[in-house]
């Protein structure tokens, strides 16, 4: 049976030569990179490397801004609490958008838990956050504005740098969720008022269990982890540093060919659309026409709900899925959608299908054979369709 | 999660019987709600020995929901409508080798969605025709 992976946007195929650089680091060159002889050298010499290849990935000044971490999650917690901590004196106000990663939103709960304020920013249909909404949440309290780059369920693209000004205007720190934008639009964080960014090692075809959190020269940060001098005195713990190679690796490639990739992706994925609603009724779109990741395509099928869908799309071998992965063993819909003004009724019927670099033309022909027969049959046994009919 | 369905539930999922509507029912029950994203509506046919001759089904929802009105479509045909309402949750479940935790209310609505049926043919049955 044919396979055809369109979940890229939970994590994606490591590649070959990802694994090829990663081995040695399990292998022969297992010293410590904090020791000072050859064994420990040669690891060092390793990390070095690869933060220099994740800061080119990122367009930041220094490979002194990269921090690595245990993954997006990590990074994102890293953010939110170092930050507030740091200037806790000056406020004990956030801004965030109601349609950020749990990782932000849960952090941002805890802080709040801490007697910390945090302001939910409305979004638009199409998934902007209000940028009215943001300047008028803003008060001489503000110590943090954390907006995501891009979605990870819909894909759209926040206006960062006119978020990034904003906050620089204001006084108040910037910190971006850049886990689903690094690798997949270019960006340089050097040119940007963006003080902190998180990025993850799995989603951009590295390892799962590295990331990297972006603190711009000068931005007050308490430590994430208490320990060695390891990471700037921020992230104590000896390093992961196969994972750190491998993450490396991974974005020295993304760097080289996101914009190849990305007109790539634009294409097969816009044709997956077409063919949807050229063979497919009560077809529509979720998040931003255009202003949107270039391998994302979230779109609701009236009538229906999503598991019945996904289950049947597994059973011909595609994998896709209703949202983010990480919300899947929830019964609640979605908290983008919902945000985005979303018929409740309809936010049940919605599937992610994110592309990556292995998808062929000949994918998006097979989901398009396999997908109308699965919708009729679905809506022929859904209530709520015939109803529609009547 | 999907991967915890059993082999059972997977295949009423896959070939859910008695799909459709009897355009003649004797009772129709209609339960749930597009928002908790499930929906059910269960049609029987009741003969004059009180025993349901056919039950079919159309739902909105997930997996398990598909699968527990299949089987429970499957468990009272043939019944009385005495013996289809002592029809448990837990028997549709059990029948199905079982659910996830999270997907119990499914095997929920598939006995509401029953005993919805069964109070409208009872409601019928006792108005007087005119």
Same mark, same amino acid.
């Given at each position: 049976m044919r396979k055809v992976y369109l979940d890229n946007n939970a994590t994606t195929r490591m590649r070959e030569e990802v694994l090829e650089a990663m081995l040695p680091y399990y292998k022969d060159i297992y010293g410590n990179p904090s020791s000072i002889h050859l064994f420990g050298r040669s690891a060092r010499t390793a990390i070095d490397a690869a933060r220099a290849k994740v800061a080119n990935l990122l367009g930041a000044a220094s490979t002194e801004e990269i921090i690595f971490t245990s993954g997006g999650t990590e990074a994102d917690n890293f953010a939110i609490r170092g930050v507030a901590h740091a200037l806790k004196a000056k406020g004990n106000h956030i801004i965030t958008s109601s349609i950020e990663h749990h990782a932000i939103l849960n952090t941002c709960k805890f802080m709040e838990k801490e007697g910390y304020k945090t302001t939910y920013l409305p979004v638009d249909k199409d998934g902007v956050v209000d940028l009215d909404a943001l300047k008028n949440a803003i008060t001489d309290k503000t110590i943090l504005i954390t907006i995501m780059y891009a979605n990870n369920e819909v894909g759209t693209i926040q206006p960062i740098e006119e978020i990034a000004k904003i906050a620089k205007d204001r006084g108040a720190c910037f910190h971006t969720d850049a886990v689903q934008a690094a690798g997949k639009v270019p960006f340089e964080l050097k040119s940007m008022n963006i003080d902190l960014a998180s990025v993850s090692g799995h989603k951009i075809y590295g390892p799962k269990g590295i990331g990297a959190l972006y603190v711009k020269k000068g931005t007050k940060i308490t430590p994430f982890l208490y320990g060695g001098h390891h990471e700037m005195g921020k992230r104590a713990g000896t390093e992961n540093v196969a994972g750190i190679v491998g993450f490396g690796r991974a974005a020295e490639l993304a760097r080289k060919e996101v914009s190849e990739e990305a007109r790539k992706l634009t294409g097969l994925r816009d044709y997956l659309y077409k063919g949807m609603i050229d063979q497919i009724q009560y077809v529509t779109l979720n998040g931003h026409p255009t202003k949107r990741l270039p391998n994302t395509l979230n779109v609701r099928f009236k009538y229906l709900e999503g598991e019945s869908i996904i289950l049947n799309l597994d059973i011909e071998g595609i994998a896709v899925s209703t949202g983010s992965a990480c919300t899947s063993g929830s019964l609640e819909p979605s908290h983008v959608l919902t945000a985005m003004g979303v018929d409740p009724a309809d936010t049940?019927? !919605?599937? @992610?299908?994110?592309?990556? &670099?292995?998808?062929?033309?000949?994918? &998006?022909?097979?989901?398009?054979?396999?997908?109308?027969?699965?919708?009729? @049959?679905? @809506?022929? &046994? !859904?209530?709520l369709f015939e109803n529609k009919e009547k | 999660m999907e991967g915890q369905y059993s082999e059972k539930v997977m295949e009423h999922f896959r070939n859910p019987r008695n799909v459709g509507e009897i355009p003649d029912a004797s009772g129709v029950g209609n339960v749930g709600n597009p928002v908790c994203g499930d929906i059910m509506r269960l049609y029987i046919k009741v003969d004059e020995n009180e025993v349901i001759t056919d039950a079919k089904f159309k739902t909105f929802g997930c997996g398990a929901a598909i699968a527990t009105s299949s089987m429970v479509t499957e468990l009272v045909k043939g019944k009385t409508v005495d013996e289809a309402l002592k029809v448990s949750n837990h028997a549709v479940a059990e029948a199905l080798g079982g659910l996830?935790?999270?997907?119990?209310?499914?095997?929920?609505? #598939?006995?509401? #969605?029953?005993?919805? #049926?069964? +109070? +409208?043919?009872?409601?019928?049955?006792?108005?007087?025709? +005119?």
């Open positions: 049940q019927g !919605s599937i @992610r299908f994110s592309l990556g &670099m292995d998808n062929t033309k000949e994918d &998006m022909d097979y989901v398009l054979q396999v997908l109308p027969p699965i919708i009729s @049959r679905l @809506r022929d &046994m !859904s209530p | 996830p935790k999270i997907k119990m209310h499914c095997s929920v609505l #598939a006995e509401e #969605a029953l005993k919805s #049926a069964i +109070d +409208d043919y009872l409601k019928r049955k006792h108005q007087p025709s +005119d």
